[in-house]
């Protein structure tokens, strides 16, 4: 669903999906919370609807459409 939202806002090519299952560190951090953005250590934990991505995209200066 999450990578459904990033579609819509025509950025998924620009997404790197991390799988964290076999990263002991990655799978403590952030366990339930995934999926997870991170755009230059500044991150949005699921769960996020249409609107607080594009808040989360504004407001890291990331422009999208």
Known sequence: ???A???Q???STQIEIVDIAFDDELFS???VTIPVLNYQGKELNWPFDLEQLQVWLSDNGITYN
């Open 29 to 31: 951090r952030y366990g």
């Open 1 to 3: 669903m999450a990578f």
């Open 5 to 7: 939202l990033t579609q």
């Open 9 to 11: 806002l025509n950025i």
